[in-house]
């Protein structure tokens, strides 16, 4: 007889099922709130509900089933520090006198100036957006990481729990707790104060 292969699930495709609950609840909490001007509070325990019974479904499902957590996280453990900027810019930086005088020659100096300056601005906005999306790259991956870890530490007990669906209920109701009692917490507390 062979001996069953655990299944495991990958971090990318946890990720993707976490930006899809994301998505879900943002869309159910929209469509729902049409027709109803509800609170903020209202709509933070709404998404949460949803999330929370997401999560929990899927958490049970894993544990009953066994599942494992296959980690595929890119390595960026080779990056050392200072390397990305490593330019030291002599001094200060000064700015000049931009009068150009009356006349012809400073009306055509000023037009230079001016398409000079605005080319700068443009680049500046260029350099502004990469940064932006380099932090939005940042973010993405350390919620990737966030949502991997808490699901590993769930999915450690898988062995225990596999073909178990009373503990793997318990496990999932515990851990969902944890995970989402904190956040409906601080709402509450932000309601009553």
């Given at each position: 007889?062979?001996?069953?292969?655990?299944?495991?699930?990958?971090?990318?495709?946890?990720f993707?099922?976490?930006?899809?609950?994301?998505?879900?609840?943002?869309?159910?909490?929209?469509?729902?709130?049409?027709?109803?001007?509800?609170?903020?509070?209202?709509n933070?325990y709404?998404?949460l509900?949803?999330?929370?019974?997401?999560?929990?479904?899927?958490?049970?499902?894993?544990?009953y089933?066994?599942?494992?957590l296959?980690d595929?996280?890119p390595?960026y453990?080779?990056?050392?520090?200072?390397?990305?900027?490593n330019?030291?810019?002599p001094?200060?930086?000064?700015s000049?006198?931009?009068?150009v005088?009356?006349?012809?020659?400073?009306?055509?100096?000023?037009?230079?100036?001016?398409?000079?300056?605005?080319?700068?601005?443009?680049?500046?906005?260029?350099?502004?957006?990469?940064?932006?999306?380099?932090?939005?790259?940042?973010?993405?991956?350390?919620?990737?990481?966030?949502?991997?870890r808490?699901?590993?530490?769930?999915?450690?007990?898988?062995?225990?729990t596999?073909?178990?669906?009373?503990?793997?209920?318990?496990?999932?109701?515990?851990?969902?707790?944890?995970?989402?009692?904190?956040?409906f917490?601080?709402?509450?507390?932000?309601?009553?104060?």
């Open positions: 007889m062979k001996a069953s292969k655990k299944p495991y699930l990958k971090g990318k495709t946890i993707i099922i976490s930006l899809i609950v994301i998505a879900v609840t943002a869309v159910t909490v929209w469509l729902t709130g049409i027709n109803y001007k509800r609170a903020l509070t209202s933070f709404i998404s509900s949803i999330i929370g019974t997401l999560l929990f479904a899927f958490m049970t499902y894993g544990l089933k066994g599942l494992g296959q595929d996280f390595n453990r080779n990056y050392t520090k200072g390397s990305l900027f330019y030291q810019a001094g200060g930086f000064d000049t006198d931009t009068d005088g009356d006349g012809l020659s400073g009306l055509i100096v000023s037009i230079l100036l001016w398409i000079v300056m605005s080319i700068l601005i443009l680049v500046a906005m260029l350099l502004l957006e990469a940064i932006f999306w380099f932090s939005l790259f940042i973010i993405i991956m350390m919620l990737y990481w966030v949502f991997f808490a699901l590993r530490q769930v999915f450690k007990h898988a062995n225990s596999s073909d178990n669906f009373t503990k793997a209920v318990a496990y999932s109701l515990s851990y969902t707790f944890l995970y989402l009692g904190w956040i917490g601080i709402v509450f507390l932000t309601e009553i104060i």
